[in-house]
């Protein structure tokens, strides 16, 4: 949502400001859409993935795939350009992460995400918006490892993002390796 504040000026020295105007974002084509999902993974796995969108709390097909990965476009909630494919644990790890329920334990997934991402936190993994004082963390292009919660133990927690891989997430369902591409 863009918020939109009209400024008049009128002489001699008025100033009226009326209350900031809601603008929704113009929709994007499916053809966009498909593209920009497609983006996040090499080519050899994108151009047979199945595409999806989110329509408000709902899944859309945009294209049906001939194989196990599904691709998702940009989330328009998070200030990067975060396209994601996945794997078939991958969606079921992010179906459960959408659901806020525990990920499924002992099916590991990959998750390409070439275009890079941007989350609100490393620790909290329904943050919205960041901690009061904290920036959006933007990561580069990425290979996430997920479905091992409890099986990263000695594995960093702390970013040192773009040199090594770190545990994101940690101590949750969801923790995931992040494992930089470039």
Same mark, same amino acid.
Request: glycine residues 10%.
């Given at each position: 949502?863009?918020?939109? &504040?009209?400024?008049? $000026? *009128?002489?001699?020295?008025?100033?009226?400001?009326?209350?900031?105007?809601?603008?929704?974002?113009?929709?994007?084509?499916?053809?966009?859409? $498909?593209?920009? +999902?497609?983006? +996040?993974? #090499?080519? +050899?796995?994108?151009?047979?993935?199945?595409? $999806?969108?989110?329509? !408000?709390?709902?899944? &859309?097909?945009? &294209?049906?795939?001939?194989?196990? /990965?599904? *691709?998702?476009?940009?989330?328009?909630?998070?200030?990067?350009?975060? #396209?994601?494919?996945?794997?078939?644990?991958?969606?079921?790890?992010?179906?459960?992460?959408?659901? @806020?329920?525990?990920?499924?334990?002992?099916?590991?997934?990959?998750?390409?995400?070439?275009? !890079? !991402?941007?989350?609100?936190?490393?620790?909290?993994?329904?943050?919205?918006?960041?901690?009061?004082?904290?920036?959006?963390?933007?990561?580069? #292009? @990425?290979?996430?490892?997920?479905?091992?919660?409890?099986?990263?133990?000695?594995? #960093?927690?702390?970013?040192?993002?773009?040199?090594?891989? /770190?545990?994101?997430? !940690?101590?949750?369902?969801?923790? @995931?390796?992040?494992?930089?591409? &470039?």
């Amino acid at each position: 949502m863009i918020l939109v &504040r009209t400024i008049i $000026i *009128c002489l001699p020295g008025c100033l009226v400001m009326p209350a900031a105007a809601e603008v929704q974002p113009k929709p994007k084509s499916d053809a966009v859409l $498909i593209q920009n +999902a497609m983006s +996040a993974a #090499p080519a +050899a796995i994108s151009r047979d993935a199945t595409i $999806i969108v989110m329509d !408000g709390d709902k899944m &859309r097909t945009l &294209r049906q795939g001939k194989n196990e /990965f599904t *691709c998702v476009p940009d989330d328009p909630g998070s200030p990067g350009n975060d #396209p994601m494919c996945l794997d078939q644990n991958g969606m079921l790890w992010l179906n459960a992460w959408m659901a @806020h329920q525990d990920a499924p334990k002992g099916k590991p997934g990959l998750v390409y995400m070439l275009q !890079g !991402g941007s989350d609100a936190s490393n620790d909290d993994p329904f943050a919205t918006a960041p901690p009061s004082g904290k920036q959006w963390i933007t990561t580069g #292009p @990425h290979v996430m490892v997920v479905g091992m919660a409890g099986l990263l133990g000695d594995l #960093p927690k702390t970013p040192d993002y773009p040199k090594k891989p /770190f545990v994101m997430w !940690g101590g949750s369902s969801y923790e @995931h390796i992040m494992m930089p591409v &470039r």
